[in-house]
């Protein structure tokens, strides 16, 4: 069941497509008054959610903040990334979905103050306050599902292997990347395109000096079954000679300052402007904008820097110029001055709040009320716009920036990690409270994207990602290059791809019916084994679908690592893409061999895997017949298979086959 609570006058989000009738205040199991909730949270009682969050998979103990940030070095004190994702899941003897519907800034103190004690403090205390009650976990999230809508769901070949790079500069090298990939037999679908294919990093321009006919380009890599994805960035540059920004300036659909002017910014081409996506002709003339590259052939695009995130705003840093100039004749009240403005613009959030106007369903609001929804806004334009530009088909779509109701338009990538093992292990726990909150197409960075990675490193990262529907090697510039070709161990991460391609059945079936069920691909152990107190707590171990569990080696230097079996499973133990060895495993913990390159999958009495036949490249379309199936003991129920064309838009039930 699920009941709403309105406190004050909520901006809209169009998160919720659902209308759900007011219930009365005294019913909310909370107490508060819409600025400030308090909740006391029983010993044994899970928090889980929060979507793209630090931390754990139970949330206890730390303090967050639903604000939009871009936090490229995160570590395990940072208090808020790129998204804002208002769901949590208290699960304890009772089990209940609590959801704040609400663009405001959310502070969310989960037993930090106060071990025992929840405290959601909101900026203003407009909201609409979702609680919903279930019978457990799995239902609690379904029903949340319903009243957020359908996931996004991208075409099939996404689910294949990326490779990305802070940039490839030139259509040289990323046929070099292609080559090496292919001549090594090495699996790949998808070639990632960073902010060097534009024109001075311009959005919807060319790079013709790097990326010659880039039209025959495009082209040449589909004959190689090579999808290119071009990043886009929020902002646009300010060129008056550019049709694309004098368009956007005349028609008043960039973001305005107090004064009712333009307000510039920087980010990677210099000056520019953004787009008001909350205003609904500024976001479908934005969205329109991608039919220069889907003209081109491109199917597919990341969304960038739409946090927002900038680097200065234009004013400020002609201000800080001048007081510069002025240091000279030095004065104390220079200095301060100068101090005082430099603190100000390196605050890049804080600048931003109050410089930003924005205009949403005929109203003027101040950024600070409506930040959360810009990056949502922005992956929203461009989805909306595929539907018009390529109704038949379906378009790979992620983005940085999120906020529950972005997950109908597309996926996220969960931002900017770092080479750290410990980002590795963050990264896993986020794939399940991303879930929860519906977005299902999401990975990291893989091999991580700042600081140097190691082979080992990238070689556990790749073997937790086989699982991720998103499954990209990214890494940032200046740092060491991270191809799986540049290590001496290139031929495990190979097999560890081209296990991938095994799994394709299983991981895009797992994808699509969590889509259209509106259910969890990844699941912590405790929705599975509520009543085993040690499952509950286990953080480095997830399910996927109803058939297996992963326990994936997250640390450096080790051959194996201790499992927990809350059932009998059965260990298949998978070197590169060859099933190797199986072992049938008691309930109970087990130390598990897993040397590099080993990926261990668990599969559950009763259940099936189905696996591809070797060999692939890039996805393909395989008649059911083709699989394999791997089973332990008597089946207690057919395997589900999700079978379509993987481009189609009629989703539904009606192709699940039962194998
Ligand atoms: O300020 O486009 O998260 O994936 O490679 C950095 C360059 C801008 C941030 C993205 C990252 C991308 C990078 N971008």
Redesign the pocket.
């Given at each position: 069941m699920i009941r709403k609570f309105r406190f004050g006058c909520p901006i809209e989000t169009d998160s919720v497509v659902l209308s759900v009738q007011e219930a009365p205040r005294e019913e909310l199991f909370l107490q508060g008054d819409g600025h400030r909730f308090q909740y006391s949270l029983a010993p044994e009682e899970i928090v889980y959610g929060l979507g793209e969050q630090v931390r754990g998979i139970n949330k206890r103990g730390w303090i967050y903040k639903s604000i939009t940030t871009?936090e490229?070095f995160h570590e395990e004190t940072a208090q808020s990334l790129y998204a804002a994702h208002n769901f949590l899941l208290l699960s304890g003897r009772e089990h209940r979905g609590l959801f704040l519907d609400t663009p405001e800034f959310i502070t969310w103190d989960i037993g930090y103050t106060r071990g025992d004690t929840m405290s959601i403090t909101l900026d203003k205390g407009n909201v609409d306050v979702y609680v919903i009650d279930g019978e457990d976990p799995d239902d609690i999230v379904r029903q949340f599902r319903r009243l957020i809508g359908r996931s996004y769901i991208p075409p099939k070949w996404a689910f294949g292997y990326g490779q990305c790079r802070?940039?490839y500069q030139s259509a040289e090298e990323v046929r070099e990347v292609v080559r090496r990939h292919r001549e090594a037999g090495t699996p790949l679908d998808m070639l990632y395109l960073?902010?060097d294919y534009m024109d001075g990093y311009a959005d919807f321009t060319i790079n013709t000096k790097a990326f010659p006919a880039f039209e025959a380009f495009v082209e040449e890599m589909r004959r190689d079954h090579i999808h290119l994805i071009p990043?886009i960035?929020a902002g646009i540059r300010v060129d008056p000679d550019n049709a694309l920004y004098s368009e956007a300036h005349e028609k008043g659909y960039f973001v305005k300052d107090e004064a009712g002017e333009d307000v510039v910014v920087g980010v990677?081409p210099g000056d520019c402007c953004f787009p008001d996506f909350l205003n609904d002709d500024a976001r479908r003339w934005f969205g329109e904008q991608y039919r220069f590259l889907t003209e081109k052939g491109i199917d597919g695009f990341w969304n960038?820097?739409n946090e927002p995130?900038v680097f200065y705003i234009r004013k400020e840093k002609d201000m800080l110029l001048k007081l510069i100039e002025s240091l000279d004749h030095v004065d104390d009240k220079v200095y301060d001055e100068f101090e005082q403005k430099q603190k100000q613009l390196l605050d890049r959030y804080g600048i931003m709040l109050d410089a930003f106007y924005h205009r949403y369903r005929g109203r003027t609001y101040k950024h600070r009320d409506v930040h959360n929804l810009f990056g949502y806004f922005m992956t929203r334009s461009a989805g909306e716009a595929f539907e018009r530009l390529e109704p038949e088909k379906r378009i790979l779509l992620f983005s940085?920036g999120s906020f529950i109701g972005m997950h109908r338009y597309g996926g996220v990538w969960q931002?900017?990690n770092n080479s750290w093992w410990d980002h590795l292990r963050m990264n896993f726990r986020m794939m399940p409270s991303l879930n929860m909150c519906g977005f299902l197409y999401t990975g990291a960075?893989c091999g991580g994207?700042s600081k140097d990675t190691t082979e080992d490193l990238l070689l556990r990262w790749l073997s937790v990602s086989v699982f991720t529907p998103l499954m990209r090697n990214?890494s940032?510039i200046g740092t060491r290059r991270q191809e799986v070709y540049r290590f001496s161990n290139e031929a495990l991460s190979r097999g560890v791809i081209k296990l991938r391609y095994r799994l394709l059945p299983y991981l895009y079936s797992e994808y699509m019916k969590a889509a259209v069920r509106g259910t969890m691909m990844f699941r912590p152990l405790g929705f599975v084994y509520g009543h085993d107190r040690i499952a509950r707590e286990i953080e480095d171990q997830l399910m996927i679908g109803e058939e297996i569990m992963i326990a994936p080696v997250m640390e450096q230097n080790r051959s194996g690592r201790m499992v927990y079996l809350p059932e009998r499973m059965r260990a298949l133990h998978f070197t590169g893409d060859k099933l190797c060895s199986s072992e049938d495993l008691e309930p109970g913990t087990h130390y598990v061999d897993m040397p590099l390159g080993d990926v261990c999958i668990f599969l559950r009495e009763g259940k099936k895997l189905p696996l591809a036949p070797e060999g692939f490249e890039y996805t393909v379309n395989l008649p059911v017949s083709e699989l394999e199936l791997l089973s332990f003991g008597e089946a207690d129920r057919p395997y589900e298979l999700y079978d379509d064309d993987g481009n189609t838009k009629e989703y539904g039930e009606e192709h699940i086959v039962l194998l």
């Open positions: 871009d490229p802070w940039s960073d902010i990043i960035d990677w960038d820097m995130s940085r931002g900017d960075d994207f990214h940032a």
